[in-house]
């Protein structure tokens, strides 16, 4: 971290008429912070939201402290880009704002995002949605059953367990109730969603 003899704020490395007195090993320090800052402030809220008993003015003390770390990263480039950072919930990114933002299905897929995982979004001018995995959770790999239910929901469970599956995933894989599946979810804790890494098909 920065040493207080030596602490540069964000507005300092944003304002480009000061960017000659901050050296690029400075500019990266801060970035690091706030990025750290961020990543512990959003795992502290979902710590909090896996707790049965949970604290209601603690888990909402945990997201205002994310919603002020994040305000720091919503930049704006050249006055055409706007870079927001939040947590993957296994369908949506949950920006540090409580906005749900729309992950695309095949990117989530492609990508096997995991719930938990940071994610890095970029809204540019012509309002085009760009996301980019920045801090991903620790994983873990299960091989279970794949089943459908009757409005054509996918799942993957276990004799006690039952994860949320993305259709774009299962279809990519041309998965088929009764098959197994291949899942990664949290290493730690436990989790509504899973991401398929591929599917062994039935005889």
């Known amino acids: 971290m920065l040493g207080k003899n030596k602490k540069i704020q964000l507005d300092d490395v944003l304002n480009i008429d000061g960017l000659d007195e901050i050296d690029n090993a400075e500019q990266l320090e801060v970035v690091k912070e706030i990025l750290e800052n961020t990543q512990a402030s959003i795992k ?15 888990l909402l003390e945990s997201l205002k ?19 927001i950072e939040g947590v993957f919930n296994g369908e949506k990114m949950v ?3 409580g906005i749900e933002y729309v992950v695309p299905a095949n990117y989530a897929s492609k990508s096997k ?7 890095k979004l970029t809204i ?13 959770v620790a994983r873990k790999q299960i091989v279970v059953t794949l089943v459908q239910n009757d409005t054509g929901e996918w799942y993957a469970v276990d004799d006690n367990e039952r994860w949320k599956l993305l259709t774009a995933s299962v ?11 291949v899942i990664l979810i949290p290493a730690d804790g436990s989790s509504k969603w899973a991401a398929v890494e591929n599917v062994i098909k039935g005889h």
């Not at 041309?174 to 197994?180: C, K, L, Y």
């Open 95 to 97: 920006g540090g704002d």
């Open 44 to 58: 502290k809220a979902l710590s909090l939201l896996k707790e049965k008993d949970v604290d209601a003015k603690s």
């Open 113 to 119: 995002l995991v719930e938990g995982d940071i994610l």
């Open 171 to 181: 279809t990519y894989f041309h998965g088929a109730p009764g098959d197994e599946v």
């Open 124 to 136: 540019r001018k012509d309002g085009s949605f760009i996301y980019k995995q920045i801090g991903p």
């Open 65 to 83: 402290d994310t919603r002020e770390v994040s305000r720091g990263m919503e930049t704006t480039e050249m006055g055409s880009e706007r870079v």
